[in-house]
């Protein structure tokens, strides 16, 4: 296994941290292990494959949302709780999104940092398009298997709250 630190990119939107794979000298299409950091603050850990001079997602991995400014409310989790969104681990697929792509499960805290629940899924982004097929609670993270599982809203539901908040917001800044 070599160790590749430093990288020659085009992307600023992400900071390699490490990424590990087998062979001499790093070549178009090496597929190995690694951690990058994104602009948003989330770090990815996981499969990843090098194409055009940056590495993309590809494969099974993890992505911690801990210090991002993705939030459990953009996957669509409406309580009345403050959740924190922790992390999604699953699929990845750089070809159809450039990001999540399959099966995979999101997990959250709570304002404690204690684990609340997760959602479960076959996701495209932030969309859940399905069901996990073959999903199981032992899959789930320590700690999360006595947790339920949290119904998200679809995005054009999330857009419109959304919008009816700003809405709302602008009526009584207008009225001020």
């Known amino acids: 296994?070599?160790?590749?630190?430093?990288?020659?990119?085009?992307?600023?939107?992400?900071?390699?941290?490490?990424?590990?794979?087998?062979?001499?000298?790093?070549?178009?299409?090496?597929?190995?292990?690694?951690?990058?950091?994104?602009?948003?603050?989330?770090?990815?850990?996981?499969?990843?494959?090098?194409?055009?001079?940056?590495?993309?997602?590809?494969?099974?991995?993890?992505?911690?949302?801990?210090?991002s400014t993705i939030t459990a409310l953009d996957v669509g989790v409406i309580t009345k709780k403050k959740l924190k969104l922790y992390k999604f681990v699953g699929f990845y697929d750089y070809r159809e999104t450039n990001w999540i792509c399959g099966n995979g499960i999101f997990y959250y805290l709570d304002?404690?940092?204690?684990?609340?629940?997760?959602?479960?899924?076959?996701?495209?982004?932030?969309?859940?398009?399905g069901n996990f097929k073959d999903f199981s609670k032992s899959l789930l993270l320590p700690g999360f298997e006595h947790t339920k599982e949290i119904k998200i809203k679809k995005f054009k539901l999330r857009f419109d709250e959304r919008a009816k908040k700003l809405k709302t917001i602008s009526k009584v800044i207008l009225s001020w």
Do not use: A, C, H
């Open 111 to 129: 304002e404690n940092n204690k684990p609340y629940g997760y959602t479960t899924g076959y996701f495209k982004g932030l969309n859940q398009l």
């Open 1 to 67: 296994m070599k160790k590749i630190t430093e990288f020659e990119y085009k992307n600023t939107d992400y900071n390699p941290i490490y990424f590990l794979f087998d062979g001499e000298k790093l070549e178009e299409g090496q597929i190995g292990f690694g951690q990058v950091r994104y602009g948003e603050g989330s770090i990815y850990t996981g499969s990843l494959i090098y194409v055009n001079g940056i590495l993309e997602k590809y494969g099974f991995g993890e992505q911690n949302f801990l210090n």
